[in-house]
């Protein structure tokens, strides 16, 4: 599992077991990193599980530099049974942070909106599963329609869009509780919100009169603030990891393209000057890229 999560970043390809010179049963043993270079194996990983006297799992690992011939980190954990798997997506995680210099993605989390049922009565609820697609679990019954959820910066909430009682509203999900609360009733709403990187705010769009603009809500007095006033359709809005700055899109020179101001809503400047409709922006974790959905004619691509 730990060796699927790394092979799945498409940064590590995994050394076929029939080609070790080297068979390794004591994790504290010392590697004869001639043996691991001959096959050119750069990094090893050895480990072992044992059950406690109390029943839980002890997970240790250690990492290897075989080019070096030192150790890089080792680690254990303590966990019940029944979690071993996010023990070995943690495991995954410093792993893949200890070769790339970047935080793993491997514990983590993925919300979305699960359909079922016939054609004509589709029943759509919201849902949330592990990033390598086990542990699904509901998390509405699909009386109403939810849409477009969007994780809090702690992981711990979900905001989403659902139409109850035929009101488009907005809800803050507690994961853990399943305890929800209404954000707001946002008739004119264009897409649903994202939380900025300190999850005390909210940015939006909201359409009136044919027009579509941005805002953001304090989360904590749920006072709104307009951020772009213009005759077009300013939608998509997606924080940068700082915070410091709102990627969208807007038709207004034509066509749907990506413009980027401060987080007050000063400074916009368009981004995008290509052929084709731009829409649905998302700031990396990084923040030094944009992706983006680009429409020329019939075909979608993402850049």
Known sequence: MIAADLQRSGLFKAVDRSAFIQQINDPDQTPRFQDWQLINAEALVVGRVTREADGRLRSEFRLWDTYAG???IGQQFYTQP????RVAHIIADSIYQALTGEQGYFDSRIVF???SGPKTDRKRQLAIMDQDGYNVRM????DYMVLTPRFSPNRQEVTYMSYENDQPRVYLLQLETG???VVGNFPGMTFAPRF????QRIVMSLQQDGNANIYTM???TRATTRLTSTNAI?????YSPDGNRIVFESDRGGRQQLYVMNADGSNQQRISFGDGSYSTPVWSPRGDLIAFTKQSGVNSRSG
């Open 234 to 238: 300013d939608t998509s809005p997606s």
């Open 139 to 142: 998390l509405t019954n699909g």
């Open 179 to 181: 305890q929800r609360e």
């Open 218 to 220: 304090d989360l904590r």
């Open 70 to 72: 030192q150790q890089i």
């Open 196 to 199: 900025s990187p300190d999850g």
């Open 113 to 115: 909106v699960s359909e």
């Open 82 to 85: 029944d979690n071993w798997r």
